[in-house]
């Protein structure tokens, strides 16, 4: 992996309730996570979006064309506030929780482990008492270990049936059932937008065999071409659409 990306970011912090770690118009460093291997024709030059809630539970996004110098967001004064960082034409984030993803440099430092469990927090918010009662490190480390080191492979939607009822147990975590699709493609490899995931190349009938998906949605970027593949399996039945 590339080194990670360091931009100075100001988040103009209002004062509201929770947790005295924030001041004013705080000054942080922010980190961009480094980028996989996988991903070498793509990059965070060809921008991003950072996805995130008010205090009162409002979606908040900013998006970024290219590489700024300076990033200039507000942020509510919540424990374990997720924020969401998504790639140009990406559908899976890196995520941050904030105060635990300060480090001891006051860097707000994303990762695409932490992504899961970020979007997990975003989707249960605005029930903020739920979201800042949760044990994140115990969450984040029992998802990690549920997805054996895939995060995205464990079933988001049950754990926020049990999580919205501030149930939490490893009996809310189980990964999705292994599912396989052959798939007529151009010739190529296609790299998956789960950075936990490798390429998958046309075999010699020009296929793509994928033997480690779940059902849900999934998307794969050319590396050859500018073309992407979204792929759609639910059951034994999967949809596939190659587009620009």
């Known amino acids: 992996m590339k080194r990670p990306i360091f931009l100075s970011i100001l988040l103009m912090l209002r004062l509201f309730s929770g947790c005295s770690f924030f001041r004013e118009d705080l ?15 793509r990059s965070w030059d060809n921008g991003f979006r950072l996805v995130f809630r008010t205090d009162t539970g409002a979606m908040e996004e900013v998006v970024y064309s290219g590489l700024p110098e300076d990033l200039s967001v507000i942020l509510p004064r919540r424990t374990n506030f997720p924020v969401l960082l998504y790639p140009a034409g ?7 929780v904030i105060p635990g993803d300060l480090d001891d440099r006051g860097r707000l430092c994303f990762s695409w482990e932490k992504g899961w469990t970020a979007l997990l927090l975003f989707r249960l918010t605005p029930s903020w008492e739920v979201v800042e009662a949760l044990n994140v490190d115990r969450l984040f480390s029992e998802v990690f270990r549920e997805g054996e080191g895939n995060p995205w492979k464990v079933d988001m939607e049950k754990a926020l049936r049990f999580l919205s009822y501030g149930q939490f147990s490893v009996y809310a975590l189980s990964a999705y059932e292994d599912k396989s699709a052959t798939i007529p493609s151009p010739e190529g490899t296609w790299v998956p937008d789960n950075p936990f995931m490798a390429p998958v190349s046309t075999n010699a009938e020009g296929n793509l065999e994928f033997t480690n998906l779940w059902e849900g949605y999934h998307r794969f970027h050319s590396r050859e071409e500018d073309t992407v593949l979204d792929l759609y399996i639910k059951g034994d039945s999967w949809s596939a659409v190659f587009r620009p």
């Not at 460093?29 to 991903?39: E, G, I, M, T, V």
């Open 27 to 41: 000054s942080l460093s922010y980190c961009l996570p480094p980028w996989p291997q996988a991903w070498e024709h």
């Open 90 to 96: 990406g559908t899976l984030p890196a995520g941050a």
